[in-house]
């Protein structure tokens, strides 16, 4: 699709100066109560530590009696709730949600006055949700305020955005108008060629970017563009002051990376398009949970509470969204909460999803994280390979695709193929495939680790 002449609009929009908060008034204009959203929240703010838990166990209780009464499809699903027992609670997946929309709506609710999104896929199980307008406002006031936290304003700060965009017409045009309101330049994920990440190098020179926000796949391969040329991107474009990555793993040396080549603070945000921000990371490196709109639980494999700092499945209950329940739901994530030195409930580690595990030979679990681990730490030290997956065939059976300016020699092969059966074990069949591109979800999304079993 060639909109040259669109494009160079856009960009001209975004180097105007800012004389009506847009971004606030485009929410106003979708139905989206914002300023009263910001308002009831920084009243949640204000509550003590020792009311959190109250309000929080008030609320939850609430929005479980109001989808009892309300929703006929979690009426029938969850008929053996004792509403005095929240572990009588059933855990709400992914696959449960695989229905028709209008079957899961809330009494009072349509299509016509709901907020309607789709999660992006990367679990297996897509399906579109719906979010009630006041619960959507909400979110909106969480995410601005902790944008916030690095100065970054919706409505004046220009967003440098790495995110895919729909390809035809109608979507393609809906999310420009939207890049515009947003005060924000969107980059295309689904090209990263050195000629289309030069085009974009070429915009930070014209355009006072102030913040990068966007796929950590799609950024990293931007920094290693940026590295190769011992470009430091902060000196192109001055007014750059943070960079917040989303959606997938970043990795230790990957955020070396880009602190590196970026010249400029990296940011984890950790969110789900069906639910907003779970946690997001603050100026002194921890991930505060949101503990105002949602009550999020560790769960083991039984469905019980582990301990605080042990690792488990990453269970939410979103506390406003009267239209469509998501009531101790399986997010298809792994994780650990702790609390930090003020008390504050923190994710203290991300471990992938519940779906990237490998299934061995032998019957060992291993996380589909741990081969991309042992992998990334081999072939990507010379500067030869830009990105990578893994895919299990079979449980003996591991494909590494990649692309590369060369070939991986076949000491690299057996080196790679030693440390994969050293950390599992013995026996496996490592193969390896050279491919131009790499395949990923109609998001833009970069899944590390494929299982085909």
Excluded at 124 to 148: N, Q, Y
Excluded at 340 to 345: E, R
Aim: net charge positive.
């Amino acid at each position: 699709m060639v909109l040259n002449s669109k494009n160079n609009y856009f960009e001209q929009t975004l180097r105007r100066p800012k004389l009506l908060r847009l971004f606030d008034l485009s929410l106003k204009l979708s139905g989206f109560k914002i300023n009263e959203a910001k308002a009831y929240y920084s009243k949640i703010k204000s509550l003590t530590k020792k009311d959190y838990v109250a309000y929080q166990n008030q609320k939850k209780i609430d929005i479980l009696k109001f989808h009892l009464a309300h929703n006929p499809f979690y009426k029938s699903f969850g008929k053996h709730i004792d509403i005095d027992d929240w572990n009588s609670v059933p855990i709400l997946t992914k696959n449960d949600l695989q229905q028709p929309l209008e079957n899961r709506l809330s009494g009072g609710f349509t299509k016509k006055n709901v907020y309607i999104n789709k999660t992006s896929g990367s679990s297996g199980h897509p399906f579109v949700f719906a979010k009630d307008k006041w619960c959507h406002a909400l979110t909106w006031a969480e995410i601005m305020d902790r944008f916030s936290w690095y100065n970054i304003d919706f409505n004046k700060s220009k967003q440098a955005r790495f995110y895919g965009i729909p390809l035809e017409k109608k979507g393609y045009y809906k999310e420009r108008i939207k890049d515009v309101l947003s005060n924000r330049c969107r980059f295309s994920i689904f090209d990263l060629t050195d000629r289309t990440l030069n085009n974009a190098l070429k915009k930070f020179e014209k355009i006072p970017f102030e913040y990068i926000n966007g796929y950590t796949s799609a950024i990293v391969q931007f920094a290693k563009f940026l590295d190769q040329r011992n470009i430091v991107l902060k000196n192109i474009c001055p007014s750059l002051s943070v960079c917040i990555v989303t959606a997938e793993m970043l990795f230790p040396d990957d955020k070396k990376l880009l602190e590196t080549t970026f010249g400029v603070p990296i940011v984890n945000e950790y969110g789900a398009s069906e639910l907003g921000l779970l946690a997001f990371q603050n100026p002194e490196g921890d991930w505060p949970l949101n503990i105002e709109t949602l009550y999020i639980e560790i769960l083991d494999e039984n469905n019980n509470p582990v301990s605080v700092g042990d690792q488990g499945r990453i269970i939410v209950t979103s506390l406003f969204n009267k239209a469509h329940p998501f009531i101790r739901y399986d997010l298809g994530d792994i994780g650990q909460i702790s609390m930090n030195g003020n008390n504050y409930p923190i994710l203290e580690k991300l471990s992938g999803r519940t779906n990237d595990i490998a299934i061995l030979p032998s019957g060992k679990k291993a996380a589909g994280l741990t081969f991309y681990y042992i992998t990334k730490s081999v072939i990507e030290d010379d500067g030869n390979v830009s990105e990578f997956i893994v895919e299990q065939n079979n449980p003996s059976t591991f494909t590494v695709l990649y692309c590369s300016k060369t070939i991986l020699t076949e000491e690299k092969k057996r080196f790679i193929s030693k440390e994969m059966e050293a950390y599992l074990e013995p026996g496996l069949t490592i193969e390896f495939k050279r491919v131009d591109k790499l395949q990923r979800t109609s998001s833009g999304k970069l899944k590390q680790f494929v299982s085909n079993l």
